[in-house]
């Protein structure tokens, strides 16, 4: 039996996200939480940004193995979407096919709106 683990893609992107924000001093301060991201297909991770250390009062950022292919989708939006992103998030999707390359992408929107 293979069981297939659709969280892997996403979890080696945490690894490296979590590494190189720990090291920003920056972000000591900001409020970050980690949370499980689905949608249907897309097994994933996303950021949870609040407090008073931010440039919104708000932020969120999903990524996972995209549904279509073997890329990392980036998506954001201003508020926790729950499970399934909204339409103007899912046209601004950001596609990656190399882990360091979406982790990048990641980090450079978090240290963009930490104070």
């Keep these: 039996m293979k069981i297939e683990n659709s969280r892997e893609l996403a ?3 945490w690894r490296v996200v979590k590494k190189t924000l720990a090291s ?3 972000c000591k ?11 249907g297909r897309e097994q994933g991770h996303a950021l949870n940004l609040s407090n008073y250390k931010l440039k919104l ?4 950022i999903g990524w996972a193995e995209n ?3 073997d890329n ?3 998506y ?15 046209k601004k999707r950001k596609l990656f096919e190399d882990v360091e ?11 963009n709106i930490v104070r």
């Design 29 to 39: 301060e900001a409020y970050v939480t980690l949370q499980s991201y689905q949608n």
């Design 101 to 111: 390359d979406a982790a990048k992408y990641i980090v450079g929107f978090v240290m």
């Design 11 to 13: 979890d080696k992107v």
């Design 67 to 69: 549904r279509n292919s």
């Design 72 to 74: 990392i989708v980036v």
């Design 24 to 26: 920003k001093e920056k």
């Design 76 to 90: 954001i939006d201003d508020h926790d979407p729950l499970q399934s992103v909204n339409e103007e998030s899912y």
């Design 57 to 60: 009062s708000s932020a969120w």
